[in-house]
């Protein structure tokens, strides 16, 4: 079996997956991206395209448009995955030369960085009819996996800010899922694989649809946390590329990353001309994928006393100084090494005694709730500044968890001034979205008298 072979045999199936209020059934079979599989890039990265060696990996990336018989070459040495753009009209590319005016149809305007033009995923289905072509092409050419770039303009201003009636990002969210979701679907039911590219801020709602990530300075922006969280701690492909130059990073890529880095021209995602190839970091050892177990039920913290003590505990397992005093959680430190006591502390403060309300049984009841613990924080707020943050995330959390949970909002409108919260229930770890969620909260419209939630209420404490 020639070296780069050896994932060829394994095979996934995918037979549905359901996506935030879309479903996508799609029953096909194609190739597995294994957590470790190595990687060739010669789709992007130079002026050219991509520079790098092809030497006994197991997959190689290369532009759709490749040279068919440049394809052909590789084939049966390597898993082939192919590069398009998902999301953006290429003027370039022969299909939109074929049919411009469908394409231009559904454009938002340019990219502030490349000669492309964002399209408008609001339009799924016309946006679908396209890149279906686009996917038959790459199936026909010999793609077993497609890399689709582009799939975040909820992330991109030029893009959303361009959308009539769109003030925030976190407006087309929806709309970026349902239309990921069909893609993927459309994917699958050619046989082919497809990853998610750079956008991590629906990894943990999607990640179970893609079969992999390709991602580009996810150490620069402190994203590669959740590429392992979701993808190859559960088995799946990680192939990662960095443009600053500096080979360090390869210490920082983990069991089942393969990590890719050259130096590139200042303020551009490209490569150095003086630079020959892709440096590769080398190989990492994949985790072995875990036999699936029932995980025991761990009860997550409701209010901000219980909060601190698992930090507590948390850091206090962090004993070097180095490890305590990393960035946890995008730039943010979780704990801080304290060189007078010569241990770790968590950087929240302690909390204070907590007060018990009553648990709210209606939405007025719950409005006024917020609107006391909001009035109790402005109050602590006056104190000093520390106090002041501790009582906003005391405040804001336990108002949260009871929004939350009594009215059945969750991560779809509590995070609106986060869109990194992770938690399912907008608790006391996304503070900043919990005062939105007070917000929302003030302002909620309120519903007939019968209208009540006693089985669903919670305690503010």
């Not at 960095?242 to 390869?250: F, H, K, P, Q």
């Not at 983990?254 to 001309?273: A, F, H, I, T, V």
């Not at 039920?297 to 003590?309: H, L």
């Not at 430190?333 to 502390?345: A, E, K, M, S, W």
Request: one cysteine or more; charged letters at 25%; glycine letters at 8%.
């Amino acid at each position: 079996m020639a070296p780069g072979a050896k994932w060829l045999g394994l095979l996934a199936v995918v037979a549905a997956a359901t996506v935030r209020g879309t479903s996508a059934v799609a029953e096909s079979t194609h190739v597995a991206l294994p957590a470790g599989s190595t990687w060739a890039n010669l789709a992007w990265g130079f002026d050219d395209g991509g520079r790098d060696s092809t030497d006994g990996v197991d997959v190689v990336l290369v532009d759709i448009d490749i040279d068919q018989d440049e394809l052909d070459a590789l084939k049966g040495n390597a898993i082939i995955m192919c590069y398009i753009s998902a999301g953006t009209i290429e003027p370039y590319r022969d299909d939109y030369k074929s049919n411009k005016a469908a394409w231009d149809a559904l454009a938002l305007g340019r990219m502030s960085n490349w000669d492309e033009a964002w399209l408008d995923i609001r339009q799924r289905d016309a946006v679908i009819a396209l890149m279906i072509g686009r996917l038959q092409q790459a199936k026909a050419k010999g793609c077993q996996a497609v890399e689709p770039d582009n799939i975040d303009c909820f992330d991109n201003r030029d893009c959303w800010g361009r959308m009539d009636g769109v003030s925030r990002g976190r407006d087309v969210f929806q709309a970026q899922l349902d239309y990921n979701a069909a893609l993927v679907a459309e994917t699958h039911k050619l046989g082919m694989a497809m990853v998610v590219k750079n956008a991590a801020g629906v990894v943990e709602a999607q990640h179970e649809i893609f079969d992999g990530a390709v991602t580009e300075n996810c150490v620069q922006y402190d994203e590669c946390d959740i590429y392992n969280e979701y993808f190859t701690s559960r088995g799946k492909a990680h192939f990662a590329t960095e443009y600053d130059g500096r080979a360090a990073n390869c210490g920082k890529a983990y069991p089942g990353m393969q990590m890719k880095y050259c130096e590139s021209r200042p303020g551009n995602y490209l490569c150095r001309d003086s630079v020959d190839e892709w440096q590769e970091c080398g190989p990492t050892t994949a985790k072995p994928t875990p036999s699936p177990t029932t995980p025991a039920p761990t009860a997550s913290p409701t209010t901000y006393s219980e909060f601190y003590d698992a930090e507590t505990q948390a850091c206090a397992e962090l004993a070097e100084r180095e490890s305590c005093n990393a960035a946890r959680g995008h730039k943010r430190r979780r704990c801080t090494f304290n060189h007078r006591l010569g241990v770790c502390l968590p950087r929240a403060r302690a909390p204070p005694t907590p007060r018990p309300s009553p648990a709210p049984t209606t939405y007025a009841d719950l409005q006024a709730a917020c609107e006391d613990l909001s009035n109790a924080a402005a109050q602590a707020g006056a104190e000093s500044s520390g106090v002041r943050l501790t009582a906003r995330r005391e405040a804001g959390g336990s108002a949260a968890v009871a929004l939350s949970r009594a009215t059945g909002q969750d991560a779809d409108s509590c995070p609106e001034a986060n869109p990194r919260v992770r938690t399912k229930e907008c608790d006391i770890f996304g503070w900043m979205a919990a005062l939105r969620c007070l917000r929302i909260a003030r302002h909620a419209r309120a519903p007939q008298a019968a209208d009540a939630f006693p089985s669903r209420s919670v305690m503010l404490t």
